[in-house]
């Protein structure tokens, strides 16, 4: 059966495929680094970069759980052909499983989705994350910070927060690890934005995009611009979160957040799992990833374990140069 294979432009409607069958993950698919596989007879995507004498994959496939089995051998087939080893990242223990017994030697788990239920507001409970979120609500509104929606085409708003993302962007002064161009504008169908507002000028925003398959929204970029109020972000997560609740949403995902240990090991051989520990110890420790874990876990999601996938059971140099290529790894200096 032929694949397509096309870089990532207007040839197919990307975001009409994140939004009817995506997960957190599959957001990443709209920075233009991916390419995207398809089959013409076959409803969906996959996305991908091919990186040295590897192709990793970011997320599951995006398409119905139903034709994982018609679109994941022709696309291993493809890259089998040209001999390239094939990684999928950030994959849910739903798609592992599959996989697992369809073509994938190993996986091992790398962090968690942390996901909010919006009905469930987590100020209401009781401990100190709750009491924190109260105060930072409270303190936020003395403050005059106002957060609102922006649903039009106004140029000069869509201007301002631009500059409000690139203000963020710039302030970013520790070792990055991303995955997505910022495009606050681009797709602009499957998303929807909060901004947050100090005496009359923009200091911050929140992006979602939307998941029909989940019936709820992933948290694509939540900024703040330097010098404003440290509450900012926290009190535009929860004003989207009372938005979100009175529509009777219940699934809200911030996306991946890495563990504190490695998860789960399937069939890697002992080298590999010895040299994949160690991989996983030395980036907590270089990207220090911990405070991002801190800062969710105020809000009381739960988790879902995610996973990197691999179509053998051993690890080479080629597989992880190939996952830090794919992250775009930036080595900034870290304060």
Not at 163 to 175: E, H, P
Not at 194 to 216: C, S
Not at 306 to 323: A, K, M
Request: one cysteine or more; aromatic letters at 12%.
């Amino acid at each position: 059966m032929e694949a397509m294979v096309v870089q990532n432009n207007q040839t197919i409607s990307i975001a009409d495929y994140v939004q009817r069958w995506g997960n957190a993950a599959s957001i990443a698919l709209f920075d233009p680094a991916y390419q995207i596989f398809q089959v013409p007879t076959i409803d969906g995507i996959i996305g991908y970069r091919s990186i040295g004498k590897c192709v990793v994959v970011f997320g599951d496939p995006v398409c119905s759980p139903d034709d994982w089995g018609k679109l994941v051998p022709i696309f291993h087939n493809h890259f089998n052909r040209l001999k390239k080893r094939i990684v999928y990242t950030t994959v849910s223990e739903r798609f592992v499983t599959w996989a697992l017994q369809h073509g994938c030697s190993s996986a091992i788990g790398i962090g968690d989705e942390f996901i909010l239920d919006p009905t469930h507001d987590p100020r209401a409970r009781k401990g100190y994350d709750a009491s924190s979120l109260r105060n930072k609500y409270t303190y936020s509104v003395r403050q005059g910070i106002t957060v609102h929606e922006y649903t039009g085409h106004d140029v000069t708003l869509e201007t301002e927060l631009e500059q409000v993302a690139c203000a963020w962007l710039k302030n970013r002064k520790k070792r990055q690890l991303h995955q997505q161009e910022l495009n606050l504008f681009d797709h602009r169908s499957n998303k929807r934005w909060f901004y947050a507002e100090h005496h009359g000028k923009k200091v911050g925003v929140l992006m979602l995009n939307r998941l029909n398959a989940l019936q709820g929204w992933v948290m694509n970029m939540l900024m703040r611009i330097p010098n404003c109020p440290t509450t900012t972000t926290e009190f535009m997560v929860m004003s989207a979160l009372e938005i979100l609740a009175a529509e009777g949403c219940n699934f809200f995902s911030i996306g991946t957040v890495p563990g504190s240990t490695i998860g789960k090991i399937y069939r890697l051989g002992r080298l590999s799992t010895w040299c994949a520990q160690a991989s996983f110890i030395v980036g907590r420790k270089f990207f220090d990833k911990v405070d991002r874990h801190r800062y969710w876990k105020k809000f009381a999601p739960r988790s879902e374990p995610t996973y990197v996938l691999f179509d053998r059971d051993r690890v080479t140099l080629h597989e992880v140069w190939g996952i830090m290529r794919a992250y775009n790894i930036s080595m900034g200096p870290k304060i």
